[in-house]
Nanobody, 122 residues
């Protein structure tokens, strides 16, 4: 059983930065693949980034490569998404997810946070 809580969302101007944090409870957190997804009104939930259980391998959507960085701290039970050079099209609700499969598909993940709103103004 894993519980996930996101924080760090807010309003930022284009070109700015935000740092999203996801804190997990449950002693098995360190064994899970972690991912970030986002969903904007009228759009399907889309993949943003994922990181393996040991933090050794990361993967990003083409739309965020070079701008976003995912990292994790298995002692603090946290995963972070550092978002730089933000664009208005990054506006969405961002969700933290945990699973057992390295995947870019939302239905492969087992646990989800409540989401945090990110709004980027032009």
């Amino acid at each position: 059983q894993v519980q996930l809580v996101e924080s760090g969302g807010g309003l930022v101007q284009a070109g700015g930065s935000l740092r999203l944090s996801c804190t997990a409870s449950g002693r098995t957190f360190k064994g899970y693949v972690m991912g970030w997804f986002r969903q904007a009104p009228g759009n399907e939930r889309e993949f943003v980034a994922t990181i393996t259980s040991d933090g050794g391998v990361t993967s990003y959507a083409d739309s965020v490569k070079g701008r976003f960085t995912i990292s994790r701290d298995n002692v603090k039970n946290t995963v972070v998404l550092q978002m730089n050079s933000l664009k208005p099209e990054d506006t969405a609700v961002y969700y933290c997810a945990a699973g057992t499969v390295v995947s870019h598909q939302s239905n492969e993940y087992d646990y989800w946070g409540q989401g945090t709103q990110v709004t980027v103004s032009s």
